[in-house]
């Protein structure tokens, strides 16, 4: 069985500084995981993806994700914070060995508030 | 840039009703889900759909719960009694063909409420 956890369920940041949003999965073979984010009211939003190539990956708006095999973990990251950058955020692992199936497990998500 | 839409945005029911909640997914996609989110909990997948038939299901997804593919554009999921507890955000996804990774797209959701 697959599962996510996401270590935090808010995070505050200023704007113009860091982010770092924790996740570490539990998988029984080599995952696919993935970033989303959720705007208020908008439907969920691919920000990036590992797919078994290059471990450090980037994605859209600045962020990137660095996949830890030895950490089974997957912490997303932006070097400078934007006041559009204030949303949930969740860590997402899939089986890419299952091409018909391939469901989605999600973290609990992270909420994301960015002060001015 | 093409996206998955669902209506109704919200829908409101009694409980014992039969709601069917209608997605359109991104026309060349092969691969439909549904995932429903309850407040305050997790996106839980539902069941995934592909060749007009189920191709895997959670455990939430029993026989209350059906899908269908009524047309080749629209994805139905179909809730025959509703019960307080079925009160989510549903979302339906769809991604494209053959094997390796894709990435699921996702509608903006029809949030669900029994009373």
């Known amino acids: 069985a697959q599962s996510v956890t996401q270590l935090d369920s808010h995070v505050s940041v200023s704007e113009g500084t860091p982010v770092l949003l924790r996740c570490n999965y539990s998988s029984s073979y080599s995952p696919s995981l993935f970033w989303y984010v959720q705007h208020p009211n908008k439907g969920l939003q691919l920000l990036l993806k590992?797919?078994?190539?290059?471990?450090l990956v980037k994605g859209i708006n600045g962020f990137e994700a660095e996949f830890k095999k030895s950490e089974t973990s997957f912490h997303l990251t932006k070097p400078s914070a934007h006041m559009s950058d204030a949303a949930e955020y969740f860590c997402?692992?899939?089986?890419?060995?299952?091409?018909?199936?391939?469901?989605?497990?999600f973290g609990g998500g992270t909420r994301v508030l960015v002060k001015p | 840039e093409p996206e998955v839409t669902q209506t109704p945005s919200h829908q409101v029911t009694q409980m014992g009703q039969e709601v069917i909640l209608r997605c359109v997914p991104i026309s060349n996609h092969l691969y439909f889900y549904w995932y429903r989110q309850i407040l305050g909990q997790k996106v839980e997948f539902l069941v995934s759909?592909?060749?007009?038939?189920?191709?895997?299901k959670s455990e939430i997804f029993d026989d209350q719960f059906s899908v269908e593919r009524p047309d080749g554009s629209n994805f139905t999921l179909k809730i025959r009694s509703t019960k307080l507890e079925d009160s989510a955000m549903y979302f339906c996804?769809?991604?494209?063909?053959?094997?390796?990774?894709?990435?699921?797209?996702f509608g903006p959701g029809t949030r669900l409420t029994v009373t």
């Open positions: 759909f592909y060749n007009n038939e189920i191709s895997e």
């Open positions: 996804a769809s991604r494209g063909g053959g094997q390796g990774v894709y990435e699921q797209y």
């Open positions: 997402v692992v899939s089986d890419s060995t299952k091409a018909a199936g391939n469901k989605l497990t």
């Open positions: 590992y797919t078994s190539a290059a471990t």
